[in-house]
């Protein structure tokens, strides 16, 4: 079984930033997804990369404030924060699948198959 290991998360200001990192237990190709979960709120899915060939996809409540990164020799992901609002506050879960195409990542958590612990990111204004 893959382990997603999940850091960076922690306390900011309005307008500051954060880099969270997923790092898996072993090397593979993977459809990666990070998603995030307000209290009172669904959890819903902010962006994602698949490791093949860096393709990307971003909501558009985070895209042009996030950025989605890998260090393949590392097994690591990484998602760049920035110009982050307080609207942006929630416990962020890094999600992965193996997969050998971009146009077969799945989109829904439901069809994620490892996860992350989850770390917790409060934006204060």
């Known amino acids: 079984q893959v382990q997603l290991v999940e850091s960076g998360g922690g306390s900011v200001q309005a307008g500051g930033s954060l880099r969270l990192s997923c790092a898996a237990s072993?090397?593979?190709?993977?459809?990666i997804a990070w998603f995030r979960q307000a209290p009172g709120k669904e959890r819903e899915r902010v962006a994602g990369?698949?490791?093949?060939?860096?393709?990307?996809y971003y909501d558009d409540s985070v895209k042009g404030r996030f950025i989605v990164s890998l260090d393949n020799a590392k097994n690591t992901a990484y998602l760049q924060m920035n110009s982050l609002k307080s609207e942006d506050s929630a416990t962020y879960f890094c999600?992965?699948?193996?997969?050998?195409?971009?146009?077969?990542?799945?989109?829904?958590?439901?069809?994620?198959?490892?996860w992350g612990q989850g770390t917790q990111v409060t934006v204060s204004s």
């Open positions: 072993e090397y593979n190709t993977y459809c």
């Open positions: 999600a992965a699948i193996k997969n050998m195409y971009a146009e077969n990542c799945p989109r829904q958590e439901a069809d994620f198959r490892y």
């Open positions: 990369i698949f490791t093949g060939d860096g393709t990307t």
